[in-house]
Protein backbone atom coordinates (compact mmCIF):
# COMPACT_ATOMS: atom_id res chain seq x y z
CA UNK A 1 0.00 0.00 0.00
CA UNK A 2 1.32 3.60 -0.91
CA UNK A 3 2.34 5.22 2.13
CA UNK A 4 -0.31 8.23 3.04
CA UNK A 5 1.04 11.76 2.77
CA UNK A 6 1.20 14.24 5.67
CA UNK A 7 -1.65 16.30 6.78
CA UNK A 8 -0.55 19.54 5.26
CA UNK A 9 0.84 17.24 2.27
CA UNK A 10 -2.36 16.07 1.76
CA UNK A 11 -4.39 19.10 1.90
CA UNK A 12 -2.24 21.68 -0.57
CA UNK A 13 -2.50 18.83 -2.91
CA UNK A 14 -6.24 18.81 -2.42
CA UNK A 15 -6.11 22.45 -2.55
CA UNK A 16 -4.75 22.84 -5.86
CA UNK A 17 -7.14 20.58 -7.58
CA UNK A 18 -10.18 22.35 -6.03
CA UNK A 19 -13.01 23.29 -8.64
CA UNK A 20 -14.26 26.93 -8.66
CA UNK A 21 -17.63 25.88 -7.25
CA UNK A 22 -15.69 25.26 -3.47
CA UNK A 23 -14.62 28.78 -3.23
CA UNK A 24 -17.15 29.86 -0.56
CA UNK A 25 -15.57 26.71 1.26
CA UNK A 26 -12.20 27.85 0.97
CA UNK A 27 -12.80 31.31 2.16
CA UNK A 28 -15.06 29.41 5.68
CA UNK A 29 -12.30 27.43 6.29
CA UNK A 30 -9.78 30.38 6.08
CA UNK A 31 -11.64 32.29 8.34
CA UNK A 32 -12.25 29.58 10.73
CA UNK A 33 -8.13 29.29 10.72
CA UNK A 34 -7.62 32.61 11.04
CA UNK A 35 -10.14 32.96 13.62
CA UNK A 36 -8.14 30.26 15.80
CA UNK A 37 -5.03 31.79 15.50
CA UNK A 38 -6.31 35.02 16.81
CA UNK A 39 -7.25 33.22 19.89
CA UNK A 40 -4.02 31.58 20.21
CA UNK A 41 -1.96 34.75 19.81
CA UNK A 42 -4.40 36.62 22.32
CA UNK A 43 -3.49 33.29 24.73
CA UNK A 44 -7.07 32.35 24.87
CA UNK A 45 -5.68 28.95 24.02
CA UNK A 46 -2.12 28.57 26.13
CA UNK A 47 1.12 26.59 24.23
CA UNK A 48 0.76 23.12 24.88
CA UNK A 49 -2.91 23.07 24.90
CA UNK A 50 -5.39 20.46 23.47
CA UNK A 51 -7.38 22.31 21.76
CA UNK A 52 -11.11 21.51 20.27
CA UNK A 53 -11.45 17.63 18.37
CA UNK A 54 -12.31 18.20 14.87
CA UNK A 55 -16.03 16.61 15.34
CA UNK A 56 -16.46 19.10 18.95
CA UNK A 57 -14.97 21.81 16.60
CA UNK A 58 -17.43 21.38 13.47
CA UNK A 59 -20.27 21.12 16.10
CA UNK A 60 -19.03 24.50 18.03
CA UNK A 61 -18.54 26.43 14.53
CA UNK A 62 -21.43 24.88 12.94
CA UNK A 63 -19.60 23.59 10.24
CA UNK A 64 -18.59 20.56 8.34
CA UNK A 65 -16.24 17.86 9.30
CA UNK A 66 -14.43 18.75 6.33
CA UNK A 67 -13.87 22.28 6.59
CA UNK A 68 -12.36 21.79 10.19
CA UNK A 69 -9.99 19.35 8.82
CA UNK A 70 -8.93 22.30 6.12
CA UNK A 71 -8.14 25.17 8.71
CA UNK A 72 -6.22 22.59 11.38
CA UNK A 73 -4.23 22.04 8.61
CA UNK A 74 -3.74 25.76 7.84
CA UNK A 75 -3.10 26.33 11.07
CA UNK A 76 -0.19 23.41 10.93
CA UNK A 77 1.41 24.85 8.24
CA UNK A 78 1.45 28.27 9.87
CA UNK A 79 3.08 26.34 12.72
CA UNK A 80 0.53 27.50 15.40
CA UNK A 81 -0.94 23.80 15.67
CA UNK A 82 0.55 19.97 15.83
CA UNK A 83 -0.74 16.82 15.65
CA UNK A 84 0.14 14.24 18.32
CA UNK A 85 -1.05 10.58 17.40
CA UNK A 86 -4.33 9.40 18.59
CA UNK A 87 -4.12 12.57 20.93
CA UNK A 88 -5.57 14.92 19.04
CA UNK A 89 -4.63 18.95 18.13
CA UNK A 90 -2.53 20.55 20.05
CA UNK A 91 -1.00 24.49 20.02
CA UNK A 92 2.71 24.21 19.32
CA UNK A 93 4.69 25.90 21.92
CA UNK A 94 6.48 28.59 20.13
CA UNK A 95 10.73 29.20 19.53
CA UNK A 96 12.14 30.83 22.42
CA UNK A 97 13.48 33.56 20.93
CA UNK A 98 9.78 34.77 19.43
CA UNK A 99 8.76 35.36 23.37
CA UNK A 100 8.96 38.68 24.57
CA UNK A 101 11.46 39.09 26.77
CA UNK A 102 11.91 42.87 26.91
CA UNK A 103 15.01 42.97 29.59
CA UNK A 104 17.38 40.73 26.54
CA UNK A 105 15.62 41.50 23.45
CA UNK A 106 15.11 45.24 24.61
CA UNK A 107 11.72 45.69 23.87
CA UNK A 108 9.48 48.65 24.62
CA UNK A 109 6.30 47.79 26.35
CA UNK A 110 3.64 49.50 25.53
CA UNK A 111 3.11 52.88 27.00
CA UNK A 112 0.25 55.64 25.95
CA UNK A 113 1.88 58.68 24.39
CA UNK A 114 -0.10 61.07 26.34
CA UNK A 115 0.50 60.91 30.23
CA UNK A 116 -2.66 58.99 31.59
CA UNK A 117 -1.93 58.19 35.71
CA UNK A 118 -4.68 55.59 35.82
CA UNK A 119 -3.32 54.26 32.81
CA UNK A 120 0.28 54.79 33.85
CA UNK A 121 -0.25 52.65 37.19
CA UNK A 122 -2.19 49.96 35.37
CA UNK A 123 1.01 49.89 32.60
CA UNK A 124 3.46 49.88 35.57
CA UNK A 125 2.22 47.05 37.46
CA UNK A 126 1.00 44.84 33.97
CA UNK A 127 4.90 44.81 33.22
CA UNK A 128 5.75 43.77 36.40
CA UNK A 129 3.65 40.86 36.72
CA UNK A 130 3.37 40.18 32.64
CA UNK A 131 7.32 40.80 32.26
CA UNK A 132 8.95 40.10 35.22
CA UNK A 133 10.38 43.78 35.22
CA UNK A 134 11.90 45.15 37.85
CA UNK A 135 9.70 46.52 40.89
CA UNK A 136 11.39 50.04 41.36
CA UNK A 137 7.83 51.21 40.35
CA UNK A 138 5.27 49.03 42.21
CA UNK A 139 3.06 50.38 44.66
CA UNK A 140 2.82 47.72 46.34
CA UNK A 141 5.18 46.03 49.43
CA UNK A 142 7.15 42.74 48.55
CA UNK A 143 4.63 40.02 49.87
CA UNK A 144 7.41 37.69 50.55
CA UNK A 145 8.28 38.86 54.11
CA UNK A 146 4.69 38.97 55.07
CA UNK A 147 2.85 35.46 56.95
CA UNK A 148 0.64 35.61 54.44
CA UNK A 149 0.75 31.60 54.37
CA UNK A 150 -0.52 31.86 57.91
CA UNK A 151 -3.15 34.12 57.59
CA UNK A 152 -4.04 32.10 54.64
CA UNK A 153 -4.37 28.49 57.24
CA UNK A 154 -6.60 30.62 59.56
CA UNK A 155 -8.77 31.46 56.68
CA UNK A 156 -9.16 27.96 55.53
CA UNK A 157 -9.99 26.73 58.95
CA UNK A 158 -12.52 29.37 59.49
CA UNK A 159 -14.30 28.32 56.08
CA UNK A 160 -14.37 24.43 57.45
CA UNK A 161 -15.45 25.35 60.41
CA UNK A 162 -18.41 27.74 58.69
CA UNK A 163 -20.03 25.85 55.39
CA UNK A 164 -22.61 28.23 55.65
CA UNK A 165 -22.53 31.79 56.32
CA UNK A 166 -25.43 34.53 57.33
CA UNK A 167 -25.04 37.47 55.01
CA UNK A 168 -26.07 39.59 58.14
CA UNK A 169 -22.54 38.72 60.07
CA UNK A 170 -20.79 40.89 57.09
CA UNK A 171 -23.00 44.18 57.28
CA UNK A 172 -21.21 47.02 58.27
CA UNK A 173 -19.63 48.04 60.60
CA UNK A 174 -18.11 44.55 60.71
CA UNK A 175 -16.81 41.92 62.29
CA UNK A 176 -16.87 42.96 66.48
CA UNK A 177 -13.40 40.91 67.22
CA UNK A 178 -11.79 42.50 64.78
CA UNK A 179 -13.11 45.79 65.58
CA UNK A 180 -11.67 45.11 68.98
CA UNK A 181 -8.02 44.12 67.79
CA UNK A 182 -7.92 47.66 65.88
CA UNK A 183 -8.69 49.41 68.72
CA UNK A 184 -6.80 47.39 71.13
CA UNK A 185 -3.62 48.44 68.75
CA UNK A 186 -4.60 52.00 68.66
CA UNK A 187 -4.95 52.04 72.89
CA UNK A 188 -1.83 50.14 73.35
CA UNK A 189 0.03 52.79 71.15
CA UNK A 190 -1.54 56.12 72.79
CA UNK A 191 -4.38 57.06 70.38
CA UNK A 192 -7.97 57.23 72.12
CA UNK A 193 -10.59 55.10 70.10
CA UNK A 194 -14.33 54.30 70.82
CA UNK A 195 -14.63 50.67 69.27
CA UNK A 196 -18.03 52.47 68.43
CA UNK A 197 -15.85 54.26 65.48
CA UNK A 198 -14.34 51.92 63.87
CA UNK A 199 -16.16 50.89 60.27
CA UNK A 200 -14.41 48.12 58.35
CA UNK A 201 -13.75 48.64 54.51
CA UNK A 202 -12.39 47.13 51.18
CA UNK A 203 -8.88 48.36 51.77
CA UNK A 204 -7.76 52.11 52.41
CA UNK A 205 -9.01 52.62 49.40
CA UNK A 206 -12.59 52.11 49.91
CA UNK A 207 -12.32 53.89 53.14
CA UNK A 208 -10.94 57.14 51.66
CA UNK A 209 -13.75 56.78 49.03
CA UNK A 210 -16.38 56.60 51.46
CA UNK A 211 -14.70 59.19 54.00
CA UNK A 212 -14.45 62.14 51.00
CA UNK A 213 -17.94 60.82 49.74
CA UNK A 214 -19.28 61.90 53.30
CA UNK A 215 -17.68 65.30 53.58
CA UNK A 216 -17.86 66.62 50.12
CA UNK A 217 -19.73 66.60 47.33
CA UNK A 218 -19.32 66.89 43.50
CA UNK A 219 -17.78 70.47 42.40
CA UNK A 220 -16.54 70.81 45.70
CA UNK A 221 -12.80 71.72 46.25
CA UNK A 222 -10.85 69.72 48.53
CA UNK A 223 -7.08 70.43 49.32
CA UNK A 224 -4.10 67.93 48.67
CA UNK A 225 -0.58 67.59 49.35
CA UNK A 226 1.78 68.27 46.75
CA UNK A 227 3.51 66.11 45.41
CA UNK A 228 0.26 63.76 46.61
CA UNK A 229 -0.54 60.24 46.58
CA UNK A 230 -2.26 59.06 43.29
CA UNK A 231 -5.00 57.33 44.55
CA UNK A 232 -6.00 60.02 46.16
CA UNK A 233 -6.12 62.23 43.43
CA UNK A 234 -8.16 59.48 41.77
CA UNK A 235 -10.70 59.31 44.38
CA UNK A 236 -11.57 62.96 43.96
CA UNK A 237 -11.51 62.95 40.03
CA UNK A 238 -13.92 60.00 40.38
CA UNK A 239 -16.37 62.02 42.31
CA UNK A 240 -16.08 65.15 40.49
CA UNK A 241 -14.48 66.80 42.74
CA UNK A 242 -11.84 69.50 42.36
CA UNK A 243 -8.03 69.10 43.60
CA UNK A 244 -6.32 71.87 44.62
CA UNK A 245 -2.20 71.60 45.71
CA UNK A 246 -0.83 73.14 48.36
CA UNK A 247 2.74 73.05 48.62
CA UNK A 248 4.29 70.24 50.57
CA UNK A 249 7.81 70.25 52.40
CA UNK A 250 9.91 67.51 52.09
CA UNK A 251 10.36 66.72 56.14
CA UNK A 252 7.72 69.00 57.71
CA UNK A 253 4.87 68.06 55.62
CA UNK A 254 1.81 70.16 54.21
CA UNK A 255 2.82 73.75 53.89
CA UNK A 256 0.07 75.33 56.87
CA UNK A 257 0.52 78.60 56.38
CA UNK A 258 0.07 78.77 52.34
CA UNK A 259 -3.12 76.29 53.29
CA UNK A 260 -4.70 78.75 55.46
CA UNK A 261 -4.13 81.24 52.25
CA UNK A 262 -5.63 79.04 50.47
CA UNK A 263 -8.80 78.65 52.72
CA UNK A 264 -8.85 82.24 52.99
CA UNK A 265 -9.69 82.81 49.38
CA UNK A 266 -11.76 79.93 48.59
CA UNK A 267 -14.41 77.32 49.86
CA UNK A 268 -12.60 74.10 50.75
CA UNK A 269 -14.74 71.20 51.31
CA UNK A 270 -12.18 69.21 53.21
CA UNK A 271 -8.53 68.51 53.21
CA UNK A 272 -6.82 64.82 52.15
CA UNK A 273 -3.22 64.41 53.65
CA UNK A 274 -0.71 61.67 54.81
CA UNK A 275 1.44 62.92 57.54
CA UNK A 276 2.71 60.04 58.09
CA UNK A 277 5.47 57.89 55.46
CA UNK A 278 3.79 60.23 53.12
CA UNK A 279 3.41 58.52 49.75
CA UNK A 280 5.51 59.56 47.82
CA UNK A 281 8.11 62.24 50.21
CA UNK A 282 8.14 59.32 53.11
CA UNK A 283 8.79 62.10 56.13
CA UNK A 284 6.85 62.17 59.41
CA UNK A 285 5.15 65.56 60.10
CA UNK A 286 6.61 66.26 63.78
CA UNK A 287 3.49 66.86 66.22
CA UNK A 288 3.59 70.57 66.14
CA UNK A 289 2.62 70.25 62.45
CA UNK A 290 -0.15 68.15 63.16
CA UNK A 291 -1.80 70.39 65.76
CA UNK A 292 -1.03 72.84 63.75
CA UNK A 293 -3.17 71.75 61.00
CA UNK A 294 -5.68 69.95 63.00
CA UNK A 295 -6.32 73.35 65.20
CA UNK A 296 -6.27 75.55 61.35
CA UNK A 297 -9.02 73.25 60.09
CA UNK A 298 -11.22 72.91 63.42
CA UNK A 299 -11.21 76.67 63.68
CA UNK A 300 -13.18 76.82 59.95
CA UNK A 301 -15.12 73.73 60.49
CA UNK A 302 -12.86 72.16 57.57
CA UNK A 303 -12.87 68.18 57.78
CA UNK A 304 -9.33 66.27 57.26
CA UNK A 305 -9.46 62.79 55.72
CA UNK A 306 -5.89 61.20 57.07
CA UNK A 307 -4.68 58.11 55.16
CA UNK A 308 -2.70 56.54 57.72
CA UNK A 309 -1.70 53.59 56.17
CA UNK A 310 1.60 53.12 56.82
CA UNK A 311 1.52 53.68 60.32
CA UNK A 312 3.13 50.62 61.30
CA UNK A 313 5.65 50.53 59.10
CA UNK A 314 8.18 53.59 61.43
CA UNK A 315 11.86 53.61 61.48
CA UNK A 316 11.71 55.02 64.86
CA UNK A 317 11.39 53.50 68.45
CA UNK A 318 7.85 54.43 68.86
CA UNK A 319 4.76 54.71 65.95
CA UNK A 320 4.01 58.10 65.50
CA UNK A 321 1.35 60.00 66.48
CA UNK A 322 -1.63 60.62 64.31
CA UNK A 323 -4.09 63.82 63.50
CA UNK A 324 -6.56 62.09 65.52
CA UNK A 325 -4.69 62.45 68.66
CA UNK A 326 -5.44 65.79 68.26
CA UNK A 327 -9.08 66.02 67.09
CA UNK A 328 -11.23 67.53 69.75
CA UNK A 329 -14.35 68.25 67.45
CA UNK A 330 -14.67 64.66 65.60
CA UNK A 331 -13.19 65.95 62.05
CA UNK A 332 -10.78 63.45 61.62
CA UNK A 333 -11.69 61.19 59.32
CA UNK A 334 -8.77 58.74 59.71
CA UNK A 335 -8.72 55.85 57.34
CA UNK A 336 -5.84 52.75 57.46
CA UNK A 337 -5.40 49.22 56.28
CA UNK A 338 -3.46 46.30 56.67
CA UNK A 339 -2.15 45.89 53.15
CA UNK A 340 0.72 47.61 53.34
CA UNK A 341 1.85 45.84 57.07
CA UNK A 342 0.57 42.48 57.13
CA UNK A 343 -1.36 41.14 54.14
CA UNK A 344 -2.42 42.83 50.40
CA UNK A 345 -4.29 39.53 49.52
CA UNK A 346 -7.48 40.10 51.35
CA UNK A 347 -7.88 43.76 51.70
CA UNK A 348 -8.96 44.84 54.71
CA UNK A 349 -9.26 48.23 55.60
CA UNK A 350 -11.03 50.33 58.68
CA UNK A 351 -12.41 54.21 59.15
CA UNK A 352 -12.54 56.25 61.83
CA UNK A 353 -14.43 58.71 60.76
CA UNK A 354 -15.57 60.96 64.35
CA UNK A 355 -18.46 63.07 63.41
CA UNK A 356 -19.06 61.37 60.34
CA UNK A 357 -19.28 57.80 61.55
CA UNK A 358 -23.18 57.22 60.54
CA UNK A 359 -22.77 58.45 57.01
CA UNK A 360 -19.85 56.74 56.71
CA UNK A 361 -21.62 53.34 57.58
CA UNK A 362 -24.79 54.14 55.64
CA UNK A 363 -22.36 54.57 52.41
CA UNK A 364 -20.39 51.45 52.97
CA UNK A 365 -24.03 49.88 52.96
CA UNK A 366 -24.89 51.74 50.15
CA UNK A 367 -22.00 51.29 47.76
CA UNK A 368 -20.59 47.47 48.44
CA UNK A 369 -22.86 46.41 51.28
CA UNK A 370 -20.39 44.05 52.85
CA UNK A 371 -17.07 43.01 53.53
CA UNK A 372 -16.33 39.82 53.18
CA UNK A 373 -16.33 38.01 56.50
CA UNK A 374 -13.71 35.13 56.16
CA UNK A 375 -10.65 37.27 55.93
CA UNK A 376 -11.52 39.67 58.82
CA UNK A 377 -11.63 36.92 60.89
CA UNK A 378 -9.03 35.29 59.66
CA UNK A 379 -7.03 38.55 60.78
CA UNK A 380 -8.75 38.97 64.06
CA UNK A 381 -7.20 35.81 64.81
CA UNK A 382 -3.88 36.68 63.46
CA UNK A 383 -3.73 39.47 65.80
CA UNK A 384 -4.84 37.39 68.81
CA UNK A 385 -2.70 34.68 68.34
CA UNK A 386 0.58 35.07 66.32
CA UNK A 387 3.43 37.46 66.37
CA UNK A 388 2.35 40.85 64.81
CA UNK A 389 4.85 42.80 66.66
CA UNK A 390 7.36 40.57 66.41
CA UNK A 391 6.77 40.51 61.68
CA UNK A 392 6.74 43.97 62.18
CA UNK A 393 9.74 44.62 64.17
CA UNK A 394 11.48 42.32 61.13
CA UNK A 395 10.04 44.14 58.40
CA UNK A 396 10.70 47.51 59.91
CA UNK A 397 14.39 46.59 60.30
CA UNK A 398 14.63 45.43 56.91
CA UNK A 399 12.95 48.65 55.36
CA UNK A 400 15.83 50.81 56.80
CA UNK A 401 18.48 48.71 55.79
CA UNK A 402 17.19 48.96 52.06
CA UNK A 403 16.37 52.59 52.47
CA UNK A 404 19.78 53.08 53.88
CA UNK A 405 21.58 51.06 50.96
CA UNK A 406 18.92 52.39 47.78
CA UNK A 407 19.38 56.01 49.16
CA UNK A 408 23.49 55.08 48.97
CA UNK A 409 23.30 53.36 45.29
CA UNK A 410 21.22 56.49 43.99
CA UNK A 411 23.67 58.80 45.21
CA UNK A 412 26.63 56.48 43.60
CA UNK A 413 24.87 56.10 40.39
CA UNK A 414 22.86 58.60 39.35
CA UNK A 415 23.82 61.55 37.46
CA UNK A 416 25.21 65.03 39.43
CA UNK A 417 22.40 67.32 40.13
CA UNK A 418 20.06 64.13 41.88
CA UNK A 419 18.84 64.84 44.97
CA UNK A 420 16.49 62.06 47.10
CA UNK A 421 14.25 62.06 50.03
CA UNK A 422 15.22 61.14 53.26
CA UNK A 423 11.85 58.57 54.56
CA UNK A 424 11.25 58.06 58.06
CA UNK A 425 8.83 54.78 57.26
CA UNK A 426 7.01 53.43 54.53
CA UNK A 427 9.13 51.66 51.39
CA UNK A 428 9.70 54.30 48.96
CA UNK A 429 12.20 57.00 47.94
CA UNK A 430 11.61 59.66 46.30
CA UNK A 431 14.16 61.16 43.67
CA UNK A 432 14.55 64.67 42.48
CA UNK A 433 16.75 64.48 38.88
CA UNK A 434 18.98 66.66 36.88
CA UNK A 435 15.85 69.57 35.51
CA UNK A 436 15.69 68.68 32.36
CA UNK A 437 15.63 64.74 32.66
CA UNK A 438 11.99 64.07 31.88
CA UNK A 439 10.83 61.67 33.87
CA UNK A 440 8.46 60.23 30.94
CA UNK A 441 11.41 59.95 28.77
CA UNK A 442 12.97 57.94 31.52
CA UNK A 443 9.81 55.70 32.47
CA UNK A 444 10.01 54.58 28.83
CA UNK A 445 13.67 53.89 28.17
CA UNK A 446 13.49 52.16 31.78
CA UNK A 447 10.70 49.86 30.34
CA UNK A 448 12.69 48.55 27.33
CA UNK A 449 15.53 47.13 29.98
CA UNK A 450 12.83 46.00 32.16
CA UNK A 451 12.77 48.08 34.71
CA UNK A 452 9.97 50.19 36.47
CA UNK A 453 9.95 53.41 37.63
CA UNK A 454 7.27 55.97 39.27
CA UNK A 455 7.17 58.64 36.95
CA UNK A 456 7.07 62.35 38.80
CA UNK A 457 3.54 63.02 36.83
CA UNK A 458 1.76 60.25 38.56
CA UNK A 459 2.10 62.24 41.99
CA UNK A 460 0.23 65.80 40.48
CA UNK A 461 -2.49 67.19 38.55
CA UNK A 462 -0.52 69.95 37.34
CA UNK A 463 2.76 68.32 35.54
CA UNK A 464 4.72 70.02 38.57
CA UNK A 465 7.33 66.88 38.95
CA UNK A 466 8.09 65.95 35.46
CA UNK A 467 11.75 65.74 36.35
CA UNK A 468 10.54 63.60 39.54
CA UNK A 469 10.50 59.64 39.99
CA UNK A 470 9.36 57.01 42.97
CA UNK A 471 11.51 54.06 44.15
CA UNK A 472 10.08 51.03 45.36
CA UNK A 473 13.10 49.70 48.10
CA UNK A 474 10.87 46.81 49.37
CA UNK A 475 12.03 44.27 47.43
CA UNK A 476 15.34 42.05 48.06
CA UNK A 477 18.63 43.94 47.42
CA UNK A 478 20.41 41.53 44.90
CA UNK A 479 22.68 41.74 42.16
CA UNK A 480 19.68 41.99 39.71
CA UNK A 481 18.47 45.01 41.16
CA UNK A 482 21.64 46.92 42.12
CA UNK A 483 22.67 45.99 38.26
CA UNK A 484 19.45 47.71 37.13
CA UNK A 485 19.48 51.04 39.92
CA UNK A 486 22.79 51.43 37.80
CA UNK A 487 21.79 51.24 34.83
CA UNK A 488 18.63 53.50 35.88
CA UNK A 489 21.32 56.29 36.84
CA UNK A 490 23.07 56.23 33.17
CA UNK A 491 19.29 56.65 31.62
CA UNK A 492 19.34 59.52 33.82
CA UNK A 493 22.48 60.52 32.91
CA UNK A 494 22.57 60.22 28.57
CA UNK A 495 18.88 61.62 28.88
CA UNK A 496 20.46 65.17 31.08
CA UNK A 497 23.50 65.03 28.51
CA UNK A 498 20.56 65.35 25.67
CA UNK A 499 18.96 68.02 27.80
CA UNK A 500 21.37 69.79 29.95
CA UNK A 501 20.75 70.43 33.67
CA UNK A 502 24.06 70.62 36.54
CA UNK A 503 24.02 70.76 40.38
CA UNK A 504 25.45 69.41 43.43
CA UNK A 505 25.55 65.23 43.47
CA UNK A 506 23.69 63.63 46.27
CA UNK A 507 21.95 66.18 48.08
CA UNK A 508 18.90 65.92 50.02
CA UNK A 509 15.72 67.29 49.90
Known sequence: MRKRRSTVAAFWHRLDALPPELENHLKLYEKLADEIEEAVRRGVFAPGEKVASVRQASQQHDVSI???????????????????PQSGYFVRAQPQALKTEPKRAGRALAVASEVDVSRLVLSTLRSIGAHDAVPF???????????WRRINQYANAIARRHSTWNLIDDLPPGNPELIRQIA???AENGVPVDPQEIVITVGATEAINLSLQAVAKPGDTVAVESPTYYAMLHAIERLGMRAIEVPTHPAEGIDIEALEQII????????????NFQNPLGFQMPDERKRALVELLSTHDIPVIENDVYHELYYGEARPSTLKNFDTKGLVLHCAS????????????WAMPGRYRAQVEKLKFLNTLTTPSVPQVAIA???????????????RKLYRQQARIMSSMVERFFPAGTRISAPQGGYVLWVELPGRVDSMRLYRAALECGITIGPGYMFSTR?????????????PWTAQSEAALQRL??????????????SNKGDRL
Open 489 to 502: GALAGEIGARGGGQ
Open 184 to 186: RRY
Open 66 to 84: KTVLHAYAILESRGILETR
Open 338 to 349: FSKSLTASYRIG
Open 137 to 147: GSPYPDPEPFP
Open 264 to 275: ARRRIAACMVMP
Open 463 to 475: NAFSHFIRLNYSY
Open 381 to 395: DYLRQDGYDRHLRRV
